[in-house]
């Protein structure tokens, strides 16, 4: 049997009702998902616990409502001339306001599907595109913990460390080595490479 022969119009048309079934297939799908609560993220089972370290007691602007409360929400994306951050490098430019704050209650922060977020809780927005990393930090391998390493696990979270404006941390000095244990002498890095090709000399020579 020979196979059916598409011309242009008729590829274009099959191309089009194909890409528009998977976007009806993907938005019920979604739809499902989030009304049954699947999509929500609720931890790692096997995660240890942890508590995050508050800093709304650092954010000057802190409670929002102080201004916000008063201005009409604009949820339209425009150029910004605010006491805030006017301009966000984070996204490559598809990320803006709104994207992680909520829309009629700036006193909190808001997923991807749209449910309001503490601030204390911002690793919740952070790890909606940030997953790996998320999971990083989770289990101890990515970012900071306070106070010790048994114990109860106290975290900084993300906006502790990266400015969630501009989150690229930029190129930093070293800090400088350690000082030397007493009753040491400072050895630099040719100093050490001669102290050591002197002692495998003298264990050769003892050896023979």
């Known amino acids: 049997m020979a196979a059916a022969r598409l011309t242009p119009g008729t590829a274009c048309e099959a191309v089009l009702c194909l890409l528009l ?37 650092d954010l000057f602007f802190y409670p929002c409502d102080q201004c916000h409360e008063s201005m009409e929400p604009n949820p339209e994306i425009r150029a910004l001339d605010t006491m805030h951050d006017a301009e966000i490098d984070h996204g490559r430019g598809r990320i803006w306001c709104l994207s992680c704050h909520a829309l009629e209650d700036r006193n909190y922060l808001t997923t991807l599907l749209n449910e309001p977020v503490d601030f204390d809780d911002s690793y919740l927005v952070c790890g909606g595109c940030h997953a790996n990393r998320h999971k990083d930090w989770t289990f101890g391998a990515h970012g900071k913990r306070v106070a010790n390493w048994q114990g109860p696990r106290s975290l900084y979270s993300c906006t502790h460390c990266h400015n969630p404006h501009s989150p690229a941390i930029g190129p930093r000095a070293p800090k400088p ?19 050591a090709e002197d002692d495998a000399t003298e264990e050769h020579a003892d050896n023979e």
């Open 177 to 195: 080595p350690p000082p030397v244990r007493a009753g040491l002498e400072l050895q630099r890095g040719a100093d050490h490479a001669a102290d």
């Open 21 to 57: 079934a998977l976007c009806y297939a993907s938005v019920g799908a979604q739809d499902t998902a989030t009304d049954s609560g699947a999509l929500r993220f609720e931890g790692y089972p096997d995660a240890p616990a942890f508590e995050v370290v508050s800093r709304k007691s």
